[in-house]
């Protein structure tokens, strides 16, 4: 009557989502206040400016048909030349706009990708820690999911193991960087011996590996630090792209599919995008949203603030004892728990109403996720709080 496999998807939400809605609950009971929620990466921080005004003016100058009708299924030609030209103007990549495909966000760049790749016997390999869903995602297509792990003492790849790993059924890699859950930015020098072990493998094995970068937290990066654009550095490339944490807007599903124009066979590559967005009803991306992201090219919210959450927890965490992951990205704090077990340590770290992601679905044991894309305000509540948690194993 039902597809027991959906129904077990349904019944077992994801760790983070369960724990959000734990926090809901408690919030309810206690107040928010009380309650320190640190579980999922729902930007706290308001859109820039730009983006309440270009609606506002779209709502006001623009026929309401046509900027609520439908866009072509693969979006709207004009912003897909906008997010081309930006690709080549700030990373200096070509990507012809007939390569880009406008999507419902990161999640549907990543199901469309890998349902456009996969054939009978493939496998797609990623690093731990790794976004939970990237197993649902991958397995949903049939292939086989296949996890290589990274150093634990800064958290980039471990090549060593990923070339043990590579096999002729081995259809592609996801990298993900700024990282989620640990923050950590894949370096240059891990990029560029990254790429080359793909070619070489590929030559070995008789097919291209494709690259497929997940780059929802590009632009959250601190200090100095720079993140290598892979289309420059590997042909094969398929990057995925959300303006859900750049520009705050998560709730409105927006992103894009960029194929390199490099690529072997990069208009076959697209077309099966396209038709695998057509399969999975996943054509014509919001049509405001759309139009907005064509206007705000490159601007992201106030991550000044996120930078100060960061160092403020940085500081304290690891005068009260805690071991945690330099975070270069994104806006979360990987921290190592007072306990192997990491499930038994968010579990108690509940009774001090601390509401952090065990790493067990990351992919890792023995660590927790913080989220530190809420308010300075919430942060600064909840010191007291870890460092109770800490005493607590002394």
Same mark, same amino acid.
Request: glycine share 10%; hydrophobic share 35%; aromatic share 8%.
């Given at each position: 009557m039902f597809s027991k496999k959906m129904? *077990?998807?349904?019944?077992?939400?994801?760790?983070?989502?369960?724990?959000?809605?734990?926090?809901?609950?408690?919030?309810?009971?206690?107040?928010?206040?009380?309650?320190?929620?640190?579980?999922?990466?729902?930007?706290?921080?308001?859109?820039?400016?730009?983006?309440?005004?270009?609606?506002?003016?779209?709502?006001?100058?623009?026929?309401?048909?046509?900027?609520?009708?439908?866009?072509?299924?693969?979006?709207?030609?004009?912003?897909?030349?906008?997010?081309?030209?930006?690709i080549e103007k700030i990373h200096g990549a070509k990507v012809s706009p007939s390569h880009i495909y406008m999507t419902c966000g990161a999640a549907a760049s990543l199901t469309i990708t890998l349902g456009a790749l996969?054939?009978?016997?493939?496998e797609f390999i990623t690093f731990a820690p790794f976004f939970p869903e990237y197993r649902v995602f991958v397995e949903s297509t049939g292939a086989k999911f296949t996890v290589a792990p990274s150093d634990e003492k800064d958290f980039q790849p471990d090549l060593a +193991?990923?070339?043990?790993?590579?096999?002729?059924?081995?259809?592609?890699?996801? !990298?993900?960087?700024?990282?989620?859950?640990?923050?950590?930015?894949? $370096?240059?020098?891990? !990029?560029?011996?990254?790429?080359?072990?793909?070619?070489?493998?590929?030559?070995?094995?008789?097919h291209p590996i494709v690259l497929i970068a997940d780059e929802p937290y590009r632009e959250l990066v601190y200090g100095d630090v720079r993140v290598p654009y892979l289309m420059n550095y590997y042909d094969d490339t398929i990057v995925c792209y959300s303006y859900s944490k750049s520009l705050s807007l998560p709730g409105e599903r927006i992103g894009y599919i960029a194929v390199s124009d490099?690529?072997?066979? +990069?208009?076959?590559?697209?077309? +099966?995008?396209?038709?695998?967005?057509? $399969?999975?009803?996943?054509?014509c991306a919001p049509s405001l949203f759309q139009r907005v992201v064509k206007e705000c090219q490159g601007m992201t919210s106030d991550i000044?603030?996120?930078?100060?959450?960061?160092?403020?927890?940085?500081d304290a965490l690891t005068s009260y004892g805690y071991r945690c992951i330099q975070p270069d990205g994104a806006f979360y704090l990987f921290v190592e728990a007072l306990e192997p077990d990491a499930k038994a340590f968010s579990d108690r770290?509940?009774?001090?109403?601390?509401?952090?992601?065990?790493? *067990?679905?990351?992919?890792?044991?023995?660590?927790?996720?913080?989220?530190?894309?809420?308010?300075?305000?919430? !942060?600064?509540?909840?010191?007291? +709080?870890f460092e109770a948690l800490a005493k607590s194993y002394k």
């Open positions: 129904h *077990d998807l349904g019944t077992s939400p994801s760790v983070i989502r369960d724990l959000f809605e734990y926090g809901n609950k408690r919030k309810a009971e206690i107040g928010a206040d009380k309650v320190f929620d640190f579980s999922i990466g729902n930007p706290s921080v308001e859109p820039p400016a730009k983006v309440a005004e270009t609606i506002e003016k779209l709502l006001r100058e623009s026929d309401g048909v046509s900027l609520h009708g439908y866009t072509s299924g693969a979006g709207d030609m004009g912003v897909r030349t906008a997010i081309s030209e930006y996969f054939e009978e016997g493939d +193991a990923l070339e043990k790993l590579i096999s002729p059924a081995t259809k592609g890699i996801i !990298i993900n960087s700024p990282n989620n859950p640990s923050g950590v930015v894949v $370096s240059e020098e891990n !990029i560029v011996k990254l790429c080359e072990l793909l070619k070489n493998k590929s030559t070995e094995i008789g490099r690529m072997n066979g +990069a208009d076959d590559a697209f077309f +099966a995008i396209c038709g695998c967005g057509r $399969s999975l009803g996943f054509v000044s603030i996120y930078a100060k959450n960061r160092q403020i927890l940085l770290a509940k009774k001090y109403e601390l509401l952090l992601v065990p790493s *067990d679905s990351f992919g890792v044991g023995g660590y927790v996720r913080i989220s530190y894309c809420v308010s300075t305000e919430q !942060i600064q509540a909840s010191l007291p +709080a």
